[in-house]
């Protein structure tokens, strides 16, 4: 029964993505979907959604520690977190926009489905392994979806998953 709930939230963020379509049409992406090409970070990524360019987005609702780079040592955890978001690139996405972060970037929920019965957001993964923290509001039109994330944060603290797993 813990599953139903998930989904139900999954089909809400389907339900309030039709305020967002002007936002995913300005990008040129439709709600039809597109293929992870590319993770920057346990948050931001790039989709190939048939454009001649891949799309940069962030995943919406979420805060993950910083992956190392060229120029920066990062946070703990920052490299598990972009390695877990790797799991998903080359599979079929749909892309529910839902604002833009303070730079412009796309903010989006991304849905992948295993099967035709189930659904699975990549920002609930994030969360429910560990590896990020739910940064969202309990008020507004995404509250279903940051009390979704907030108890799956709980969760991963009680079972002390990524983050919070014992040194």
Known sequence: MRGAGW?????????????AGPL???????LKGGA????EDGRTL????GEAAPLTVRLA???????????????PHGAEAR????????QPVEIVAVGR???GVPLVELLWRPTAESVVTLNYEMVRSGFARAECSLEGAFELQ???LRRAEELARRERRGLWASP
């Open 146 to 148: 940051c009390r979704v």
């Open 24 to 30: 995913v049409a300005a990008q040129g992406v439709g």
């Open 36 to 39: 992870i090409a590319r993770v």
């Open 46 to 49: 790039a989709l190939d959604a």
């Open 61 to 75: 609702w979420i805060r993950v520690p910083a992956a190392p780079s060229a120029t920066a040592r990062g946070e």
């Open 101 to 103: 972060d303070r730079d």
């Open 7 to 19: 989904i139900a939230a999954g089909a809400a963020a389907l339900v309030l993505a039709a305020g």
């Open 83 to 90: 390695q877990r978001l790797e799991v998903w690139k080359g």
